[in-house]
């Protein structure tokens, strides 16, 4: 397993952006998925964002389309989430994660078995 460490979530204003940070340790085969995932209190871990290492492609949920970007800088081994036009319903604790394909697709919490201990990202409106 890979080992993931989260950073750059923060307080920011609606409207506002952020980044956030996965530096990934261990070996990153090209067929794994890279992800990132959120979990607001009471609410059930979604995927907001994931990419193919292979392929560099990339799927989105719904909710952040257009707002959110995932990427890979491949000389320092990081994945990023760039979150613009944040809104109050994107506070959570931010997760980077890392798998392989399954039968549960790509944003699903079931795909990925390496898990980074998170990130709090807090928007106020």
């Known amino acids: 397993q890979v080992q993931l460490v989260e950073s750059g979530g923060g307080s920011v204003q609606a409207g506002g952006s952020l980044r956030l940070s996965c530096a990934v340790s261990g070996y990153t085969s090209p067929s794994m998925f890279m992800a990132w995932f959120r979990q607001a209190p009471a609410k059930e871990r979604e995927g907001v964002a994931a990419l193919y290492i292979s392929s560099g492609t990339t799927s989105y949920a719904d909710s952040v389309k257009g707002r959110f970007t995932i990427s890979r800088d491949n000389a320092k081994n990081t994945f990023y989430l760039q979150m613009n036009i944040l809104k109050p319903e994107d506070t959570a604790m931010y997760y980077c994660?890392?798998?392989?394909?399954?039968?549960?697709?790509?944003?699903?919490?079931?795909?990925?078995?390496?898990w980074g201990q998170g990130t709090q990202v807090t928007v106020a409106s």
């Open positions: 994660a890392a798998g392989y394909s399954g039968p549960w697709g790509v944003l699903n919490r079931r795909t990925y078995n390496s």
